[in-house]
């Protein structure tokens, strides 16, 4: 490990917790608006049109309530994931019904292994119930960083 | 009962891994050996030539093209998508170990082979040869 500890992969500042939206493109855009803000995206409408163009490949409501719109995109700084908890769900294509939690992956571009690995263990991460849970339980968009954090990058 | 699977995916940065994941898990509850090699974005890293000739039965949950897939020469085989692994893991893995038998054999009725071949192969090993005159009835050497 010769670089610094990556940046966290979630901080508070890119969690929405109760999202209320009515498409899953209302509620990547929201997430995405997270991102720019945190300087993580530096381009909003270009790395939306990215992870559209991966959105209409294949849809990405997964069994277990939850969604994970995602793109490696050139307009990408760190890689990111911004969580949003919603109480109503949003429509993501899962057979199952829609996701009460939504995960906007991004990865840059050139990242490079070891950036990588840490999304990887996010999205292995999200096959557990357990792990799951512990977000939808969260009350706080710090808590949910937290979370993620520990379980994630520890 | 052991088993081999590839996961990969378009982008390389979830299915993948949740895929990997979750096949380890159902193979795990059913009693069942497992490695997954996941051929993602986060480097992969192939599973040991040992390890796939040890193996039973293999699982390719893919939505790309099996890297290296000459590896498998011969393994009975299962192809899936990577998103049928995620969502129906266990019965997946059930598929596979309980059609061994049926399950069709890697390389060996490859029906694209001759397209996708680059650049036909010297072939020094006349593996799947029993044809000793094919090339030379071929090139039309007298």
Redesign the interface.
Known sequence: MSDATPAALTTEDIVIVGLVAETKEDATRQLAVKLANDGRVTDLDGFLADVRA?EE??A?G??GGIG?P???SAHVTVPSVAVATSVDGVNFGA?DGPAHLIFL?A?PDG?D?KH??I???L??????EDFRQSLRDANSGAEIAAIITREVQS | MKIVAVTSCITGIAHTYMAAEALEQAAKKAGYEITVETQGSAGSSPMKQSTIDAADVVIFATDLEVKDRRRFNGKPFLQIGVSKALADAENVVAQAVSSIATLPKDGAAAPAAPKAAPAAEKAPKNDSGDKPGFFSRLFGSK
């Open positions: 991966r490949q294949m990405t997964l069994p994970i995602h793109a490696r057979a992956i990865a990242a292994d990588l690995h999304l990887a263990a999205a292995r991460k999200l096959v557990h």
